[in-house]
Structure formats: C-alpha cells, structure tokens
C-alpha cells in the first residue's frame, strides 16, 4: 500500500486527530495496524449487538471479570515455574476490583462461557426441543413447576390409587395447568409427564446457568424465548477468533499499536479503539 494511501487509511481508523508521524517513526508495518484496526472495529460491532440483543457486554469491566473469579475454571489457571512443574495459580488471589482486564483474561471467560453454552444447548436437543413449557415459563415458575410435577409424581407412584390420592393428583395437575395454560391446553399431565419432567429440568439448568454468570446479566429463557442460542454461541466465537486475529499480529506492530493507544493488557482499549469509527 503507498504511504499516502496508508496515511488517510489510518487516519480514518484512529481517532480523530491522532498524530500518525510516531506511528511511521516505528518502522513497523502500519498495514498490518490498519488490519487490526479494522477487525477491532468488527469487534466493537459484536459487542454493540450481543448488548443490544442479549443484554451481555462482552467488553467486561475489571469489576464484572472479577465477579466471575467466583467461577473456578476462570480463576484458577496453570502455570510453570522454573522447574518446569505445574502449578495452579488463583488470580482473585492479589487481584483488585479495579485492576483491568486482559486479552487473556476476556478470552478465558469466553471460552467458558462458550462451554456452558454448548452443554446448555445439547440438554435443549435432547430434553426440552418440543418447547412445552417454553410460552409459559418465567425464571419465577421454575422451582413452583418442579415441585408439582415431583408432588405428581409421588401421588402417582402408590399403585392403586386411592380416593385421596387420586383426588390430590386432581389439585396438582389443576395447579399446573393454572401455572402452564398453554402447555397444558388440551392435555392431560399423565400424557405428557415425562417431556414436562425433562423440560423442567432444562429450564432449572438455565436458571442455574443464569446465577452462575450473573455478573454477565445472562438469562437463558430470554436466550430461548428468542430462538437466539446459535447467535449468541457465534457471536462468542468469532469475538474470540478477533481477540486471537489481534494477539496474532500484535508482535509485528508492538510499538505502533502502544502509540495508537491500544495495549493487550486492558481489553478496554480494543474495544474502544474500535468504536469511535464504528
């Protein structure tokens, strides 16, 4: 690329008003800045979408990043001493709130919550893809659903049922359907029993899901509801596949890229540098 064509590229990239004279001083090549600065503007695009669609900001704050050091498989992470030995290392250990955020560090918390995603997903191929429960359910009917269906399930498994019982089981399923009008319309519990069972569990794991990643304002029934998982799931991805694009090219552009302001140790800076032309 000429220099004169590279100049207005990368003044179109950077800031405005950015000095590009210490960006040329390096000697490194700035084409190579120009790509990352384009693919950091892709990634600030990711961002703005994922938040506006999900309410995830994949951009995570020192303060939400360590929130989630209560999730073991972020906080501990191998490391090798001198001797070559592993050693597990906790990173909230001499951590403060403020201190901030890696590309390493974003890219460990995507790929976990990439993993939970993943599992969510299959436990919703297996057990809850009819969608039952899905117009019905709300994060504050799962415990309520399960219950009954145990208390069901219980009243069912005496044998011969007697007037009590059977007349309990009435009360329950009347209960559920009050619960779950839509699932229910048309059907009876004993007929659809097991698909409910499995449903519920799935919906439970995601409520579960949901308190494990608060800290990222996660919520999977939302995630469902909105035929959204297999966006959400690409959308880690591909940040992640950018964040390794930018480690990838960052050793040939070392000193251009601090001089533009963009450091590898604080991920605010990436996706800052890519959201003031975006």
């Known amino acids: ?89 906790s990173l909230k250990e001499g951590r403060k709130e403020t201190d901030p955020v890696t590309v390493g560090n974003l890219n460990a918390t995507l790929r976990e919550l990439y993993r939970a995603l993943e599992g969510t997903a299959e436990i919703y191929r297996n057990n809850a893809k009819e969608e039952i429960l899905l117009a019905d359910i709300s994060n504050e009917k799962i415990e309520s659903g399960r219950a009954l269906l145990k208390a069901w399930h219980n009243l069912s498994g005496a044998g011969i049922l007697n007037l009590t019982s059977s007349w309990k089981r009435k009360r329950v399923e009347r209960e559920f359907s009050a619960l779950f009008p839509q699932a229910m319309k048309g059907r009876k519990l004993e007929e659809i029993f097991q698909k409910l069972a499995l449903e519920m569990e799935f919906y439970h794991h995601c409520m579960a899901l949901n308190i494990k990643w608060k800290a990222l304002n996660l919520d999977l029934l939302a995630v469902f509801k909105g035929k959204g998982i297999a966006s959400l799931m690409e959308n880690i991805q591909e940040v992640g596949n950018l964040l390794w694009n930018v480690v990838y090219k960052h050793p040939k552009i070392s000193q251009s890229s601090e001089r533009a302001g963009l450091q590898l140790d604080d991920v605010n800076t990436l996706f800052s540098a890519g959201a003031k032309k975006s």
């Open 1 to 89: 690329m000429e220099t004169k064509t590279l100049r207005r590229v990368l003044a179109k990239l950077l800031p405005e008003g950015t000095e590009l004279e210490p960006l040329f001083d390096t000697g490194e090549p700035l084409e190579v800045l120009a790509e990352s600065l384009r693919e950091l503007e892709k990634l600030s695009r990711l961002r703005e979408w994922t938040r506006e669609m999900f309410g995830i900001d994949l951009a995570i704050s020192p303060q939400t990043f360590f929130a989630l050091l209560d999730i073991s498989a972020i906080n501990f992470v191998e490391t090798t001493d001198r001797n070559l030995e592993v050693e597990i290392k």
